[in-house]
């Protein structure tokens, strides 16, 4: 079952913060964050461990809560290049299955 | 490196024909994913697998079958292609280490079923 993820899109001016949840139903491993800008594949961000720290770089971070099995993408001070298609996967160590979100549409103005 | 590599691109296919859907790695991967990818829809797994001659059905496996004979590769393939299965494919790999590392993917093939 995919995990859900909400906004499914957002529009944002330079500068502006955003956030981006995933939820999911199962127990999890651990979350991933992927990029995606149109027509290209998929491009890794970030993976967050159960009972691991919050991740990040720069003025992208994530957090996971176990407990809730959610995540959470923050993006700061959003920047043109931020455009694009985020997608949470979570993995929930049975056979290393990983499985996708449904995909949060991300467009940042000038 | 390459990386991971699809074949083909492009592909248009009339109802009912076969094909194959090749992606092929350098990394020396255990994991490898295929999945399907449709406006709203995300990204759906259709089939996976976790070693060479292992393959494990997703959430969306119908209408499809795998093979991985050789690590470095993951065949995905349509018996009787049928217009519900116009999308992009992206496989993906990873490698096994403590199970907590990045997934690398190819830069999809686009399949029209007409």
């Known amino acids: 079952q995919q995990p859900v993820q909400s906004p499914q899109a957002v529009i944002l001016r330079e500068g502006e913060d955003a956030v981006i949840n995933c939820s999911s139903s199962?127990?999890?491993?651990?979350v991933h964050w992927y990029r995606q800008k149109h027509g290209e594949a998929p491009v890794f961000l970030m993976i967050?461990?159960?009972?691991?720290e919050q991740k990040g770089h720069e003025k992208i971070s994530a957090s996971f809560n176990e407990k809730k099995q959610q995540s959470s993408l923050y993006l700061t001070a959003s920047q043109l290049s931020y455009s694009g298609t985020y997608f949470c996967?979570?993995?929930?160590?049975?056979?290393?299955?990983?499985?996708f979100g449904t995909g949060t549409r991300l467009q940042v103005t000038l | 490196n390459a990386g991971v590599t699809q074949t083909p691109k492009f592909r248009v296919l009339k109802t009912g024909q076969s094909m194959t859907l090749l992606c092929a790695q350098d990394?020396?991967?255990?994991?490898m994913y295929w999945y399907r990818q449709d406006p709203g829809m995300g990204l759906r797994l259709i089939h996976y697998?976790?070693?060479?001659?292992?393959?494990a059905k997703g959430e969306v496996p119908d209408g499809y079958n795998v093979s991985r004979l050789k690590k470095q590769n993951f065949l995905l393939g349509l018996e009787s292609a049928a217009p519900s299965q116009t999308s992009v494919y992206f496989c993906?790999?990873?490698?096994?280490?403590?199970?907590?590392?990045?997934?690398?993917f190819g830069q999809g093939t686009r399949l029209t079923v007409v």
């Open positions: 990394m020396n991967h255990e994991y």
């Open positions: 697998s976790v070693g060479e001659g292992t393959t």
């Open positions: 967050l461990l159960k009972g691991g």
């Open positions: 996967g979570t993995d929930t160590g049975t056979a290393s299955k990983l499985t």
């Open positions: 199962k127990a999890l491993y651990s």
């Open positions: 993906a790999s990873r490698v096994y280490r403590d199970k907590n590392t990045e997934a690398f």
